[in-house]
């Protein structure tokens, strides 16, 4: 599980991939978010596995992890959460 510390301190809120932030700081295991988290300057603490390339998640899982992972590959947050979870996989599933 990493620990991901958002550029804003104290923030509290969603962030993405589903991620909630309390007090700046939110938890994961999800190998897209914290890859996006570290190209995006936040801090990534804990994820003892590093960088590591991503798979595309199932066909069945959430939207937010269909949009963590198109940030994986290079797609705008705005125009990813604009997508449908079906339209994300077509585009982003290989």
Known sequence: MATITAPVEGYSGAG????MFE???AETDNPAVISYARRHGYTVEGDEDGPQDTKPPA???SKAE???YALTQ????AAAER???EQLAEQYGG
């Open 83 to 85: 997508l449908t979870k």
């Open 59 to 61: 066909r069945s899982a």
């Open 16 to 19: 993405v991939g589903g991620l």
């Open 74 to 77: 290079g797609a705008e947050q």
């Open 23 to 25: 007090d700046g700081c």
């Open 66 to 68: 269909w949009v963590a």
